[in-house]
């Protein structure tokens, strides 16, 4: 079955510095994989995205994460952190229904952006 | 850009009440989907929806929930005897269905909370 492991729960970063977040996945074919974020009280919203191509996908809001297969990985990225960027990240796997897609998500790594 | 939209935003309701969550999907999307997120996990899979049938549910998706397409537009998700446990923030989707024009979009959510 498709999992998702993000081993951060929390993790905390100075405004300004660099940031990356860990996902690892379980999958048996070529991977969908996606980055959600996700503001308290609020929906998902959908950072980037791979499908194929390219391992380096660009991202809204200055982010990018890099599809690794050897590693199982798409690690999140972002050079400079913003106060902003403080939220609940999320990465999901599409499994392969009939015709559709449904994601398996991780379970989250909360970013705290200090000042 | 095309939205999901997703009402109330907030329902209070009575153990054992039946609820209705409702949600239109993106008009040229042809799958439907519910997520479940209980507070302070990680959002589960609990049904997809094509051709006005269930295509693929989870473990999570009893005799308790059903979903239904009443129109062109709406999608709904409704739960007869609700239950503390289904307290959660539950989240509509819909995608294209395709690989390369995937579209996988997210409402921003309905909090249910059940007393």
């Known amino acids: 079955a498709q999992s998702v492991t993000q081993p951060d729960i929390h993790i905390t970063v100075s405004e300004g510095a660099s940031l990356e977040l860990r996902c690892n996945y379980s999958?048996?074919?070529?991977?969908?994989l996606f980055w959600y974020v996700q503001s308290p009280g609020q929906g998902l919203q959908l950072l980037l995205k791979y499908f194929s191509g390219d391992t380096l996908v660009q991202g809204i809001k200055g982010f990018e994460a890099e599809f690794k297969r050897s590693q199982s990985s798409f690690n999140l990225r972002k050079p400079s952190v913003h106060w902003s960027d403080a939220a609940e990240y999320f990465c999901?796997?599409?499994?392969?229904?009939?015709?559709?897609?449904?994601?398996?998500f991780g379970t989250g790594t909360r970013l705290l952006v200090s000042p | 850009e095309p939205e999901v939209t997703q009402t109330p935003s907030h329902q209070v309701t009575q153990m054992g009440q039946e609820v209705i969550l409702r949600c239109v999907p993106i008009s040229n999307h042809l799958y439907f989907y519910w997520y479940r997120q209980i507070l302070g996990q990680k959002v589960e899979f609990l049904v997809s929806f094509y051709n006005n049938e269930i295509s693929e549910k989870s473990e999570i998706f009893d005799d308790q929930f059903s979903v239904e397409r009443p129109d062109g537009s709406n999608f709904t998700l409704k739960i007869r005897s609700t239950k503390l446990e289904d307290s959660a923030m539950y989240f509509c989707?819909?995608?294209?269905?395709?690989?390369?024009?995937?579209?996988?979009?997210f409402g921003s959510g309905t909090r249910l909370t059940v007393v």
């Open positions: 989707a819909s995608s294209a269905g395709t690989s390369r024009n995937y579209g996988y979009t």
């Open positions: 999958y048996g074919a070529t991977p969908y």
């Open positions: 999901a796997v599409g499994a392969k229904g009939t015709g559709f897609q449904k994601l398996v």
